[in-house]
T-cell receptor, first 116, second 113 residues
Framework: EAQVTQNPRYLITVTGKKLTVTCSQN?????MSWYRQDPGLGLRQIYY???????DKGDVPEGYKVSRKEKRNFPLILESPSPNQTSLYFC???????????????FGPGTRLTVL | GENVEQHPSTLSVQEGDSAVIKCTYS??????FPWYKQELGKGPQLIID?????GEKKDQRIAVTLNKTAKHFSLHITETQPEDSAVYFC????????????FGTGTRLQVTL
């Protein structure tokens, strides 16, 4: 089954404790992206990757890191989490540039992160 | 950059009634407008989209209309059912580039019996 998977689905941590949220897709997509979803703000892009070893900042990159060593994986790293990073996080992938655009995006199930 | 506004933020309708969600965008170069449905505990899923070369698109009970001049587009759901209850997001993008999807702030639709 074609899908985007994220782990963990739920995470409660404390300020300053480094964490990684994994994202994996089995559709051989080149484009992958991370979003955070907050009430009243919709989905905002954190980082995206056009291909292996190519990453770029989205709208709200501060406090986050990503890496893209393999096509299928795009982990999100919080080196020193803070309470304002408490949010619902989504990973997405797209067949761009094969499809010609990043328009058709497939989302993972989400990771609910709480930073105390 | 692109800015997308979405209204209303919450919408309650009775089963069988119609629901309309409206979005406006700011970048006249945007030419692709998808709508996503997010059910509880799940990621957003594409339900319908429209490109700027058409004014309306329909898929069974859902339809989307686009007014390029006014820079707004709407989602119409007819004969609503309880399973339509979810959060709906509109988005806009200029295709053919690596530009990102810009999302609206979401509408929580509640279909009551």
């Amino acid at each position: 089954e074609a899908q985007v998977t994220q782990n963990p689905r739920y995470l409660i941590t404390v300020t300053g404790k480094k964490l990684t949220v994994t994202c994996s897709q089995n559709m051989n997509h080149e484009y992958m992206s991370w979003y955070r979803q907050d009430p009243g703000l919709g989905l905002r892009q954190i980082y995206y990757s056009m291909n292996v070893e190519v990453t770029d900042k989205g709208d709200v990159p501060e406090g986050y890191k990503v890496s893209r060593k393999e096509k299928r994986n795009f982990p999100l790293i919080l080196e020193s989490p803070s309470p304002n990073q408490t949010s619902l996080y989504f990973c997405a992938s797209s067949p761009y540039p094969t499809s010609g655009s990043t328009d058709t995006q497939y989302f993972g199930p989400g990771t609910r992160l709480t930073v105390l | 950059g692109e800015n997308v506004e979405q209204h209303p933020s919450t919408l309650s309708v009775q089963e069988g009634d119609s629901a309309v969600i409206k979005c406006t965008y700011s970048d006249s170069a945007s030419n692709y407008f998808p709508w996503y449905k997010q059910e509880l505990g799940k990621g957003p899923q594409l339900i319908i989209d429209i490109r700027s070369n058409v004014g309306e698109k329909k898929d069974q009970r859902i339809a989307v209309t686009l007014n390029k001049t006014a820079k707004h587009f709407s989602l119409h759901i007819t004969e609503t059912q309880p399973e339509d209850s979810a959060v709906y997001f509109c988005a806009a993008i200029r295709t053919g580039t690596a530009s990102k999807l810009t999302f609206g702030t979401g509408t929580r639709l509640q279909v009551t019996l």
